[in-house]
């Protein structure tokens, strides 16, 4: 089963932009061993993932009506950050939650991928 996982806030970690370079790489390390441990756990492939820019940087399209508005920055204010994600192929959401603990303290959400005909 597809598994989304958003990275939807900071939770304990502090903002990206706001660590010194060797607390970023303690962080990209954290990333970088829940990688490594997709790659090697039996029945898991992680099919994508990426970090995405801030969200005063999003473009956001909303139709009302028959008609679409076009609006930059983001659907919505709020405090979280969607600073990523990752689409795994795993057995189940066992196997996903304990992957991701590996990751740094973030808030994260993790979605079933519907298989739509």
Known sequence: MKHFVLLAGYGETTPWDEMT?????????KHVAFSEACESRSGVEMLGGEALGDGSMATTLRTRGGEMTITDGPFAEVAEHIGGYYLLEAPDLDTVIDLCRLLPALDIEIIPVLEVP
């Not at 370079?21 to 390390?29: G, L, N, S």
Request: hydrophobic letters at 45%; zero cysteines; proline letters at 0%.
């Open 21 to 29: 370079a060797d607390e970023q790489e303690a962080e990209m390390a």
